[in-house]
């Protein structure tokens, strides 16, 4: 049986990815013909809200379709050249990275086909592009997943990072590996969008990304990989002699990873929800008491099921509580925040359908959102879920849309209707809702890519909700009422038309530093609008968050290191030991520090403001007056953050002083035998 099961086992790897494929492409391509053969041609009047300016961007038409529209990977902003303007890069179907400034001239458009061997034109991106100054040149990077959705195309996929200037960064692209899942020869996709952050806290950021290959990368920014990277299926240690679980995952990846820190020792964490189920007793090892309360799906093996939650840290190993195991495959982009302000992220994650459609039970153990705690337990009022009749794709987004001065978690479910819940799992009032276009349709479930912006639409100090649904951008109140038109012509509300299908999220900001903020959708076009009843507030500008694709909100967040400090102090030096401590501000809000010290030891500063992005190095001074040679403990420096509206994640920040006198100038060579 075992030599069975190793036999069976990569098939199931290999065909249950390629399906996963198909099902993507049987589901949402043809909504295309249908969503066009509805819509009619632009009108020009009262309702449609026109644009402050439209372009076209390159695109190839959609597989077995006439249309150009099917582009998942949204919209980033950023300032790429460095005017103190926000710009809008997009990237297109057929390989493009397009970057706009915010008056819609071009600032440049790059193919990155021929950076991976292949011919202009005839490249995919399916990711969105995170944005950051990686390297910490002074100058944004942008990076960005390349592959095909379609098992019978031939690409070379992998993830590229280009220069502020649109050139190919030195070490780059780092290519994918050449799986099961396209024709021999050709790299697996990354589809998911990556994310930008400092894992090992060394002043440049890691960019981290999955791929259909069921690989797990974290690469430096000269496209090195951090050591560990990729990581093992967890199951490995179980099944030792499965080569399919060495360095990849058991199942694929269609959501992106989240970067946070949620252990709370001052690293950013990797948060990933993915389609590795969980193997039964019949496969041998511990199964942990894990049973498959159906049968499985055409070509997969029974007792094998479900989906999982996965949280490396910065080498590597698995988190304690993770990856936390559910009855259903996981393709949504988790959503992170500290929302219940106890200093500790929190993770909302949803769960697909794919058990439900595919295997002959129709089980209904996923269809729902879930609420987790930093150790992978669901959150009081999120037991077992929050029921959402069908499957979650699509990534949540936090911001205050009841005006409570509170954070409400928002999604959308693949039946077309959004989702708001309360931190406690309460609904919020007005919802379920369901977004319709001026013609009272919803053409558009809501799959991997879609999320909805939280912004500041009409000035009233909360957050409205911006939806991609058909072929418009619809706009709804934190109460579940819908803004624009439903019923066009007789509500006369406003409708934001872009003439094609939309399957991705738009992004919303004060790109033109007006006080207002602008509006931005893409397709085959690129579409801006102007929101002159807006203020500039935003809690969720874009999907994923920000530019750096973190999926993280962060009002703030405390990092100083190194936690404990050894200085070495030469005997009968009588000026002061002195160790410098960098105290950094690595999350989204300003905060105010201030050091507490034992006796014998102050800081210089012991205190200050710092914005998002800033540091301080504090000089750590000690007397040093009458100390012999000898080891001396000196107690614990606490670094305390505050800020105005909430909790600075990692504060206090604790670390431990010990001082060594002696004939530290010394040398000692080791003994070495030939």
């Known amino acids: 049986m075992r030599g069975l099961i190793k036999d069976i086992f990569p098939f199931l790897l ?37 644009t402050a300016w439209s372009h076209n961007l390159p695109a190839d038409t959609c597989y077995e379709q006439s249309s150009t529209d099917c582009h998942v990977g ?11 303007f926000l710009d809008i890069i997009a990237v297109t179907n057929n390989g493009h990275v397009v970057v706009r400034k915010h008056n819609g001239s071009l600032l440049w458009d790059k193919d990155i086909a021929p950076a991976f061997g292949m011919s202009p034109g005839k490249h995919e991106i399916h990711s969105s592009p995170a944005v950051a100054d ?32 649109g050139n190919v960064e030195p070490g780059w692209p780092a290519l994918a590996a050449d799986g099961s899942v396209l024709p021999s020869g050709c790299r697996d996709s990354i589809f998911a969008t990556p994310a930008l952050g400092d894992l090992d806290n060394d002043g440049d950021l890691e960019v981290v990304a999955a791929g259909f290959d069921k ?38 990846t269609w959501g992106s990873p989240a970067l946070a820190d949620l252990d709370g020792d001052g690293y950013l964490d990797i948060v990933l929800a993915t389609a590795e189920g969980n193997f039964d007793a019949s496969f041998g090892g511990d199964a942990g008491g894990w049973t498959c309360p159906y049968d499985a799906p055409a070509g997969g093996i029974n007792g094998y099921c479900g989906g999982s939650v996965y949280v490396f840290d910065r080498q590597a190993n698995v988190l304690p509580g993770f990856p936390r195991y559910f009855l259903e495959a996981m393709g949504s982009t988790p959503a992170v925040a500290d929302v219940n302000n106890d200093g500790r992220a929190e993770i909302f994650v949803g769960a697909g359908d794919y058990y439900y459609k595919f295997s002959p039970d129709h089980p209904t153990y996923g269809l729902r959102m879930y609420g987790l705690d930093f150790q992978g337990n669901d959150l009081p009022g999120w037991s077992g879920g929050k029921s959402v009749g069908a499957g979650v794709q699509s990534s949540a987004s936090i911001g205050d849309i009841a005006g409570d001065s509170q954070p409400e978690i928002v999604v959308g479910g693949m039946n077309r209707r959004l989702y708001a819940w309360n931190v406690d799992g309460s609904a919020v009032s007005g919802f379920p809702m369901k977004p319709l276009d001026h013609q009272g349709n919803a053409n558009l479930g809501y799959m991997h890519g879609a999320s909805f912006p939280l912004a500041d639409y009409d000035g009233d100090d909360k957050m409205e909700i911006f939806v991609n649904q058909s072929w418009g951008v619809i706009i709804v109140d934190g109460n579940g009422q819908q803004f624009t038109s439903s019923n066009y012509p007789a509500d006369n509300k406003p409708i934001y038309y ?12 004060d790109i033109d530093n007006d006080g207002k903020l602008e509006l931005i959708a893409t397709h085959s076009r690129m579409h801006l609008w102007n929101l002159d009843d807006s203020s500039d507030a935003v809690d969720w500008g874009m999907f994923k968050y920000d530019a750096s694709r973190l999926s993280f909100d962060s009002k703030a967040r405390l990092a ?3 936690k404990e400090f050894i200085i070495f102090h030469q005997v009968g030096n009588t000026s002061n030991a002195q160790e410098l401590l960098p105290i950094h501000n690595v999350g ?14 102050w800081m210089s500063p012991d205190n200050g403001l710092l914005q998002p992005g800033e540091s301080a190095m504090a000089t750590v001074n000690i007397d040093t007056q009458g100390l012999g040679k000898g080891v001396y403990p000196l107690g614990n420096i606490t670094i305390s953050a505050t800020m105005e509206d909430g909790v600075v994640l990692n504060s206090p920040s604790e670390h431990t002083v010990t001082l060594i006198v002696g004939d530290i100038n010394q040398f000692y060579l080791p003994l070495i035998s030939k």
């Open 560 to 562: 100083a290191f190194p």
């Open 588 to 601: 989204q809000g300003v905060f105010n520090w201030q050091a507490s010290t034992p006796s014998g030891i």
């Open 14 to 50: 290999a065909s249950s990815h390629k399906l996963g494929l198909l099902i993507w492409l049987v589901i949402a391509l043809p909504t295309l013909i249908f969503v066009r053969a509805d819509q009619p041609v632009l009108a020009t009047t009262s309702g449609f809200v026109p």
């Open 134 to 165: 990686i390297d910490q040149d002074g100058y944004l990077e942008i990076a960005v997943g390349a592959g095909t959705t379609h098992p019978n195309v031939c690409t070379q996929g992998g993830l590229i990072l280009l220069d502020h200037n």
């Open 74 to 84: 949204s919209p980033t902003l950023a300032d790429i050249n460095g005017d103190g």
């Open 498 to 509: 872009t003439g094609g299908t939309l399957f991705n999220t738009p992004a919303v900001g």
């Open 215 to 252: 690989r797990v990368y974290a690469w430096h920014h000269d496209g090195t990989l951090l050591p560990g990277f990729p990581p093992s299926s967890h199951h490995r240690s179980r099944f030792p002699t499965w080569t399919d679980l060495r360095d990849r995952l058991a199942d694929n």
